[in-house]
């Protein structure tokens, strides 16, 4: 079922294993790409869906500074939320590189929330067994 459909981005909830698959198709990440981030976090909590995969491997640079997917989960994610959250993010090797490389010297403020299980992938097939499997 497609929650939201722009010319960039598809959210669409994948009932047989209770998942949301966000695929942004731009060649560039835009602030489309955030705002439709920020939609997906927002219809995590409101259909109750604890796993998101963002589909991001067909068009991130190979080291975009402007992919930003830490610093939002704890600006939308409210600290009250008490189940577990998992989100994977599927991106090309030269920004899997580049983001675990970034993400090692990021400060406690760039860090997820305790509850959510944020993790990159370069395979989607990968990402989708953690997100079955969590």
Not at 61 to 89: G, K, N, Q, Y
Not at 96 to 117: C, F, K
Request: hydrophobic residues 40%; proline residues 7%; aromatic residues 10%.
């Amino acid at each position: 079922m497609t929650l939201f459909h722009t010319p960039d981005a598809s959210l669409t909830y994948h009932p047989t294993t209770d998942m949301l698959q966000l695929s942004y198709s731009a060649t560039r990440l835009t602030v489309s790409f955030g705002m439709a981030y920020q939609q997906a976090l927002e219809q995590m909590l409101e259909h109750n869906v604890g796993k998101l995969l963002l589909d991001l491997k067909r068009n991130a640079p190979p080291t975009d500074d402007e992919l930003e997917l830490l610093p939002p989960l704890a600006s939308v994610l409210p600290e009250h939320e008490t189940r577990p959250l998992f989100i994977a993010a599927v991106v090309s090797e030269g920004q899997y590189q580049y983001q675990v490389g970034n993400s090692l010297a990021a400060s406690a403020s760039t860090l997820p929330p305790a509850y959510v299980e944020f993790n990159y992938f370069t395979s989607r097939r990968e990402a989708a067994d953690w997100l079955s499997r969590s």
